[in-house]
Every structure is written in structure tokens, then in C-alpha cells.
């Protein structure tokens, strides 16, 4: 099951039976004008988010910064002498995402797991990332967040009504209300923490107006102190989780030049399935590697929270039948190509590639969105696998 497409059926097939009645057009605050996204704020942090395609400046300067901070902790003046530098992506896919954590859980246990210096995530992956990111301590709650969660705590269905008069056909409220049972103070501070020593947890969102993919700076919202930072972040995870058309964008109010305006962001798999880092920042360790010349070891562990492997299934004549398939295919080729992208930049870069994702071996199918017994047995399959040491991939099964 395609989390995209059944969900969009799930909520169309039970808004048909209930029947509810059309609404007016709903209000939304004036969008950031054409080309001023880059200077638009939410707290008035300059390094809060940014934007890869148009300006990679702060990105660059931040990379820098957090090096210089990861010298600190680790105690070293000579970029050769850092430790070895571990990163992770986790990508998106819905329930799936019970696959990395399960995975995740289970290499703790193995005894492997690195401390991630680097942590990515998109929409289910974004709400995965936090807990890999601060590591080891937090796996009760990871493998609590997709063992114990069931379609109630994701949605509640508005109808099919909503589809033509609403911002989606589903209210992600119980989504938001269990991001927040989870992301407490607590965690806030310690990703601060976390921060502080040099490290990175980065998040991906799709600001609609703009159509631009948007990074955001967890860590440094953790660390600002500013009093919204802990709502901020929240509604972060839900924007990269919000599936267009499934739940509505999250709406966020930020200010340029003086004046307020209003931002719609949803599913950061809009943009990309998964995101490890922009080329450009590897630009000099490229050079170096070229000229042999000694730079810092890294690995690049990637979850794909999904199959890599075509998924041959029936497809009616039907409207919803034929959308959601086209859909479904347009979703499993980008994962393909997120997986191919991030591989051949690490390959690039002297970087070691590490892939794990949903092979045939695992049969199951999930009778439904967020299906508590389906992600139970893949949270359960991956752990028994990452206990005994996960086989990772060294390349993607497709192209290479």
C-alpha cells in the first residue's frame, strides 16, 4: 500500500458515505511576494531554515559554524584530527517509516549505532529524525511512536466535500496533538544540547506559494531560546508529514520587511523523498580528494522507508484507480531517484554509502493507513534484522 494514494482513497471512500455539507472558501494571510522567500522569517533567526535551490550562503556558513563547534567538543584544532563524521537520512513513506524505526532500535541493541553528527528527514522520516538524531536514549519512544499509534492519532476524516470546499479531505489535528505528546521541553533542550556540540538535524517542508523545498534548522531553533521555539518545531514535523490533499498545510506566519504575511507548507516529499546534503558544500573536500589529499572519514547511512523494486498491482478503470496508481508511480520513482542522487554525491565525495530499505523479503501488506498491526510486524522485522547487524547496501539495487 502506497501511504499517498490509500490515504487520498481512504478519506474519499468515507467522505462519500457521510455526506457532509460544502463550506465557504477558507481565509489565509497574504503570501510572501515573488522572489522574497529567502528574506521572509518566522522568529527572526537568521539561520533558521534555508533555501537550497535559490542560496546556499547561509547553508555554507552554518556548515562552517557547526564545524568549528564540533572542534570544541571534540576538543581538536586540526580539521585532520576530527573524528570520523557520521550522517543519516531518513526518507519519507507514511507507516513505513515503522521499517527505520524499527531499524534504528534494533542496531542499538546490536551495539553499532553511531552518534549522527548529521540527521535529515522527511515527512515520516522528519518525525523519525529527532529521536535518531538525539540517539540511543530516546529508542522507547521511537519504537512507542510507530508500535502504539493508530489511525486516530494521525486523522480524523472531513469528507468528500472537502476535497472541492476545504484544504484537505482530512484533519491532522491528532497528528499534531501527538508530535506534541512527544517533542516535549525536555527534548527540545536536549537537541540544543546537541547543537551546541556541532551537530545538525535538519528537516524538509514544501512552501507551496514559493515552490521551493525549505531546510530547517532545528537545532538552532532549540538553541534561540525564543519562546515559540518548541510550537515552531512542532509544526514543522507536521508540515513535512502533510500529505497535499490528505491533510491541510500547515500555516506559517512570518514577517518581511515590517509586515506580516502568511506561508502554506506541506509534505516535504514534494520537493524530495530524502535529502542527505547539497553538492555544493562538499566542493573543497571534493578538491581534496582529487589532489590525495587527506580529509575527514564519514559514513552516509540512508533509510528508504519503502520498497526500491517496481510493486506490479491491478489497475481499475476507474478515476481514483488511475490518479492514485500515476501517483504512486511518480512516488516510488523519486524515491529511486533520491536514493541514486545521494549515492552518486557520496561517491563523489569520498563518503561512505550505507542504504537500507523494504526488501521482498518482507511480504506484508497494510490493510489501511497507519495500520497498527501492519507497522507492529515491520518494526518488528527490521529490529530482528539490525539486531543481528543490518546488511546494509553499499549501492542502490538499480542502475549502477
Not at 1 to 21: E, H, I, P
Not at 29 to 38: H, I, K, L, S, Y
Not at 371 to 394: E, H
Request: net charge neutral; glycine share 10%.
Amino acid at each position: 500500500m502506497n501511504n499517498r494514494r490509500d490515504v487520498l482513497r481512504l478519506l474519499a471512500g468515507g467522505g462519500a458515505a457521510m455526506g457532509l455539507s460544502a463550506c465557504g472558501e477558507l481565509p489565509r494571510g497574504e503570501p510572501v511576494p515573488r522572489a522574497a522567500a529567502t528574506r521572509a522569517t518566522v522568529l527572526g533567526l537568521p539561520n533558521e531554515r534555508f533555501h537550497p535551490v535559490i542560496d546556499m550562503k547561509l547553508i555554507e556558513a552554518e556548515l562552517a559554524q557547526a564545524a568549528e563547534r564540533r572542534a570544541r567538543f571534540h576538543g581538536v584544532t586540526r580539521a585532520a584530527d576530527m573524528p570520523p563524521y557520521e550522517m543519516l537520512a531518513v526518507s519519507g513513506g507514511g507507516e513505513n517509516g515503522a521499517f527505520g524505526a524499527g531499524l534504528l532500535c534494533g542496531w542499538s541493541e546490536q551495539g553499532s549505532r553511531p552518534v549522527f553528527d548529521w540527521v535529515t528527514g522527511v515527512s515520516t522520516g522528519a518525525l523519525t529524525a529527532p529521536f535518531a538524531f538525539l540517539g540511543t536514549a530516546y529508542d522507547p519512544q521511537l519504537r512507542e511512536v510507530y508500535t502504539g499509534i493508530t489511525t486516530r492519532d494521525v486523522l480524523r476524516p472531513r469528507g468528500l466535500i472537502a476535497a472541492l470546499n476545504d484544504d484537505a479531505l482530512a484533519d491532522n489535528a491528532p497528528l499534531f496533538a501527538t508530535i506534541s505528546r512527544y517533542l516535549d521541553d525536555r527534548m527540545v533542550r536536549d537537541i540544543a544540547r546537541a547543537y551546541g556540540e556541532g551537530r545538525l538535524l535538519l528537516i524538509g517542508t514544501s512552501d507551496l506559494d514559493a515552490q521551493l523545498g525549505v531546510i530547517w534548522n532545528i537545532g538552532a531553533i532549540a538553541a534561540s531560546g525564543h519562546p515559540r521555539a518548541t510550537d515552531t518545531i512542532r509544526r514543522i514535523l507536521l508540515a513535512s508529514a502533510a500529505i497535499p490533499g490528505a491533510f491541510p498545510p500547515t500555516m506559517f506566519d512570518v514577517t518581511l520587511d515590517g509586515r506580516p504575511y502568511q506561508e502554506l507548507h506541506v509534505d516535504g516529499g514534494a520537493f524530495a523523498q530524502a535529502f542527505l546534503y547539497p553538492p555544493s558544500l562538499t566542493a573543497q573536500r571534493r578538491q581534496r580528494t582529487a589532489a590525495g589529499q587527506r580529509v575527514v572519514k564519514a559514513e552516509a547511512y540512508v533509510i528508504r522507508n519503502g520498497r526500491l523494486d517496481p510493486n506490479w498491482s491491478r489497475t481499475e478503470r476507474q478515476t481514483l484507480g488511475i490518479i492514485g496508481r500515476a501517483i504512486d508511480t511518480m512516488i516510488t520513482m523519486s524515491g529511486a531517484n533520491d536514493v541514486m542522487r545521494i549515492y552518486n554525491a557520496t561517491r563523489a565525495d569520498g563518503i561512505g554509502f550505507n542504504l537500507a530499505y523494504i526488501g521482498d523479503d518482507f511480504t506484508q501488506v497494510s490493510p489501511q493507513p497507519f495500520d497498527n498491526p501492519y507497522m507492529r510486524s515491520l518494526f518488528d522485522f527490521a529490529y530482528a534484522r539490525a539486531r543481528q547487524g543490518y546488511p546494509w547496501a553499499k549501492k542502490p539495487p538499480f542502475g549502477v
